[in-house]
């Protein structure tokens, strides 16, 4: 059973910056592709940012694009999620995501591609 905790969220001003962590435990963090989503107040779920098995390739979603940057530490289990250039239309639940099996430059943006979800964790980003 693979288990996923985020962490790392927070009310911050806009402008500001946050790193989301997201520890994995169970099974092999290295055959997992990982991915951030969030949801907004509202709205449906969406994604934000993936990262391959080995880190090789990232996928964006437009709006974070040059603001945020996702990364990998498989000696850790750990995917992590920079944000810079805080909006407040970045307010959301931010859930990580891991994807089991895909080949190794994969990077899906698609929620049923996910097989195991953790519990979000609040980014609020005040004007």
């Known amino acids: 059973q693979v288990h996923l905790v985020e962490s790392g969220g927070e009310l911050v001003q806009a402008g500001g910056s946050l790193r989301l962590s997201c520890a994995v435990s169970g099974g092999i963090f290295t055959t997992y592709t990982m991915g951030w989503f969030r949801q907004a107040p509202g709205e449906e779920r969406e994604f934000v940012a993936a990262?391959?098995?080995?880190?090789?390739?990232?996928r964006y979603t437009d709006s974070v694009k040059g603001r945020w940057t996702i990364s990998r530490d498989n000696a850790k289990n750990t995917v992590y999620l920079q944000m810079n250039a805080l909006k407040p239309e970045d307010t959301a639940v931010y859930y990580c995501?891991?994807?089991?099996?895909?080949?190794?430059?994969?990077?899906?943006?698609?929620?049923?591609?996910?097989?195991?979800w953790g519990q979000g964790t609040q980014v609020t980003v005040s004007s």
């Open positions: 995501a891991a994807d089991y099996g895909r080949d190794f430059a994969y990077t899906g943006s698609e929620m049923n591609e996910y097989d195991a």
């Open positions: 990262i391959s098995r080995y880190a090789t390739n990232t």
